[in-house]
């Protein structure tokens, strides 16, 4: 009994592991997935977004402002997920990073980060869209100036 364990086993395991290996010629749609696709990059500052569209869309701002967005479209080729990053910088400095996850494709992905501007905070402003291999992939540059003036 031993010996017929012992050598038909071995057997057993290497025709399990042969049926459960793919074909050669099977595609890997996984492989496919992970192949670059070109995207596009729509961005605008605004002050509020209804419905997924940005209203009151500028590169100057008072600084009352209370908050502004910042709306991006993301286009792909093909269907595509990925994660993408707002940075919102003042003056060089990064203020917040927020997550957005991005479901890309030819019609569009509309998103959008909300960041609140102090009434201190004049001046210029950019907001860096990224994704998670830290790639530019757009940015948009604003200004906030004094109220008063």
């Known amino acids: ?9 071995p057997l057993y395991i290497l025709f399990l592991v ?3 290996l793919p074909e050669d010629n099977v595609e890997d749609t996984a492989a496919v997935m992970d192949e670059p696709v070109e995207l ?8 509020v977004v209804d419905e997924n569209e940005p209203i009151g869309i500028d590169s100057t701002f008072k600084n ?10 993301v286009i792909s080729e093909r269907p595509y997920k990925l994660k993408i990053y707002h940075i919102w910088n003042y003056q060089g400095e990064e203020q917040s990073r927020d997550s957005v996850n991005v479901n890309a494709s030819p019609k569009g992905f509309r998103a959008y980060t909300a960041h609140k501007i ?5 001046g210029d402003w950019t907001v860096y869209i990224i994704d ?12 906030i100036v004094d109220s008063q003036n």
Do not use: H
């Open 18 to 20: 042969t049926v459960a």
């Open 1 to 9: 009994m031993k010996y017929l364990v012992r050598s038909i086993l």
């Open 40 to 47: 596009k990059l729509d961005i605008k500052i605004a002050d």
């Open 132 to 143: 998670t291999n830290y790639n530019v992939l757009g940015m948009s540059k604003f200004n």
């Open 118 to 122: 102090l009434p201190e905070q004049t």
């Open 64 to 73: 009352d402002v209370g908050s502004l967005c910042c709306w991006s479209k």
